[in-house]
């Protein structure tokens, strides 16, 4: 039996508003306990001793310019295209659910194409000067990462990286279900890599053999600017010579 069939029946007897997750929410929610532990860090030692850069703060100054900014993204650009998104594509729930190994490569699947672009997409951004200082050098302001700084940046960043982790599941012909766990797996994985924390449970220690770089892999791009441009996962840096590690 396909998993989450009392799911998919549920969903399936919603209109599509209902079905979809409210993501702006969601970013909020992965974002939340990391900004606890930004606002204990500094008085709580234990919490200190896994954060990467010890001693930056994080303000309220910079935690509600990522807010603003986001919100202004979401407001001007996420939501009217979500809208044209849902009315070209509505979502449908057949009532064949797929099993929980072919959710899982169709999962994986996504995340490597998303790798892959994100990557040739953010090399470009930093080796094309132009590139960067018209539109991904915005994203780079704060050089100590930290879960909000996730979505700071630009129009164009939004939403050129927003299409590529849209259009995937329709290149790969997943389930509707699985792209939404893709876009919430996604979400999560993007907020953990810019946490600015090394915590024990995070992703990049549950993947042996040094093949996910996580969070410690992405704040030293934002010490170092010219290395570590794959999001997740480390072979793309290996083969471009770009990985570095501290």
Aim: aromatic share 18%.
């Amino acid at each position: 039996m396909g998993i989450g069939r009392e799911l998919l029946d549920l969903l399936s007897t919603k209109n599509n508003w209902q079905a979809t997750v409210p993501f702006p929410i969601v970013y909020l929610s992965f974002c939340l306990p990391f900004v606890v532990l930004d606002a204990l860090s500094s008085r709580v030692a234990w919490i200190r001793r896994y954060k990467l850069q010890q001693k930056t703060i994080v303000s309220w100054r910079m935690i509600w310019s990522c807010l603003a900014l986001s919100l202004y993204n979401h407001v001007m650009y996420i939501f009217p295209l979500s809208v044209l998104h849902w009315y070209w594509r509505p979502v449908s729930y057949t009532v064949t659910a797929p099993g929980l190994l072919r959710v899982i490569w169709d999962l994986f699947a996504c995340l490597l194409l998303f790798d892959f672009q994100y990557f040739v997409w953010h090399l470009l951004h930093h080796k094309v000067p132009w590139l960067y200082r018209t539109f991904h050098k915005v994203h780079h302001k704060y050089t100590s990462t930290f879960a909000l700084a996730t979505e700071y940046s630009g129009a164009w960043e939004t939403l050129s990286l927003g299409f590529f982790a849209a259009v995937n599941p329709m290149l790969l012909g997943v389930h509707p279900m699985t792209e939404m766990l893709f876009h919430m797996l996604n979400m999560w994985l993007s907020v953990e890599d810019h946490c600015g924390y090394d915590l024990p449970w995070a992703t990049h220690r549950l993947v042996p053999f040094g093949l996910y770089g996580g969070a410690p892999h992405h704040d030293v791009h934002h010490q170092k600017f010219k290395s570590n441009y794959a999001p997740y996962f480390t072979h793309w840096d290996k083969l471009f010579g770009t990985l570095h590690s501290e």
